[in-house]
């Protein structure tokens, strides 16, 4: 069995490079891997419509769909940035969406996926704005504008994540976020954490357990692979660079 794991492509438009790598790269896996696990923030903001994806993603939905088809099965766990998905999978393929992550079975291990988003206990701002936008009223009210209109503050919104983003990592590094919290999955009873969210990719094999973290999609093109019962991080050398 081969799986696949990545996070953090921030996916814009179709003719971006880190959109054309990731269709590359999906098209490359096809009849090739047996699970494909998205860690949340594929797209810089996604949310269901029960009849439509947003035009930029309709490329993205397309290459998982031929993803599907050739006997991969998917597993999309939301991230701070796509949330609400069910409705654009239902129809369209089948997919496994995770809210808020889960537990997955990889030959008898428990493998933890997360986005990552609530691994710090002491980002309460994020914790707040996070029970705001998984709120079911704002849920309705998404479904009553116009995807246009969310469309456009989505984008004006991402430029302030972005400045949040990067102040962040300064504040809390990665590890000193992850690998207390992946400590206390293991005790927990999972053997290994994969997680996204900080774009810092790095494997730790810790007391207990594994800690694969992936990196991003945006220039560093890392993901995290598993077979024969071993995670290895890797990055994808696109044939467009």
Not at 28 to 43: S, Y
Not at 57 to 73: D, K, W
Not at 85 to 96: A, D, H, I, T, Y
Not at 138 to 160: D, F, G, N, Q, Y
């Amino acid at each position: 069995m081969r799986a696949v794991f990545l996070a953090d492509a921030h996916l814009r438009q179709p003719s971006d490079d880190n959109y054309r790598a990731l269709l590359s790269f999906l098209t490359t896996q096809e009849g090739r891997i047996d699970l494909l696990v998205l860690l949340g923030d594929i797209c810089e903001f996604l949310v269901g419509y029960p009849g439509s994806v947003f035009p930029p993603y309709v490329p993205l939905f397309e290459a998982l769909a031929r993803l599907e088809h050739s006997g991969t099965r998917i597993v999309y766990v939301e991230g701070n940035h796509d949330f609400h998905l069910e409705p654009s999978f239902r129809n369209r393929f089948p997919c496994r969406v995770l809210p808020d992550g889960g537990i997955i079975d990889l030959a008898g291990r428990q493998i933890l996926v997360v986005h990552g988003d609530m691994a710090n206990p002491a980002d309460h701002g994020y914790r707040r704005l996070r029970f705001v936008l998984r709120s079911r009223p704002l849920r309705l009210l998404i479904r009553l504008l116009p995807a246009a209109w969310t469309w456009a503050i989505a984008e004006r919104m991402s430029l302030i994540s972005k400045r949040s983003r990067n102040d962040k990592s300064r504040r809390w590094p990665a590890r000193d976020i992850l690998i207390p919290y992946a400590q206390a999955q293991f005790a927990a009873g999972c053997q290994a954490v994969v997680a996204g969210h900080f774009h810092q990719p790095f494997h730790e094999k810790l007391t207990g357990g594994e800690l694969i973290a992936l990196g991003d999609w945006i220039t560093q093109y890392s993901y995290a692979s598993w077979e024969d019962g071993e995670f290895r991080l890797e990055a994808y050398r696109s044939p467009i660079d």
